[in-house]
């Protein structure tokens, strides 16, 4: 009888492992996703500095910049999208994907001066 039991939660623990898998298959790894990310906060920003001078123009920019990277990334909004729900129901990696984000940006930053 344990045997059996052994067997059934076996089973079942495999196939909960295929199915976490397959719905893994569209996101994006940590280290990818922490340079896309990087690139999309660089663009919100040039963004906001240029929406004062012409917010329709800057607009069409920020646009067009979301489109660059998702081609840069060989990704679309959708995928994009799954893979910030993934990790956001994921605090911790989540996090981690931001404190490295910022560690690069300081960094880039220190390179200007």
Excluded: W
């Excluded at 956001?88 to 200007?112: C, G, H, T, V």
Aim: with cysteine; charged share 35%.
């Amino acid at each position: 009888m344990k045997l059996k039991n052994l067997i059934i939660f076996l089973l079942l623990f495999s196939c909960g492992l295929k199915t976490d898998e397959i719905k893994n298959e569209n996101i994006i790894s940590k280290n990818e996703f922490t340079k896309i990310l990087i690139d999309i906060h660089l663009a919100e920003a040039d963004f906001e500095l240029n929406k004062v001078n012409n917010a329709t123009r800057a607009l069409d920019d920020l646009k067009e910049e979301y489109s660059k990277i998702y081609k840069d990334y060989n990704i679309d909004e959708n995928i994009f999208s799954k893979t910030l729900s993934y990790y956001s129901e994921r605090p911790a990696e989540l996090e981690e994907i931001y404190l490295e984000m910022l560690e690069e940006l300081n960094f880039k930053r220190e390179q200007l001066h």
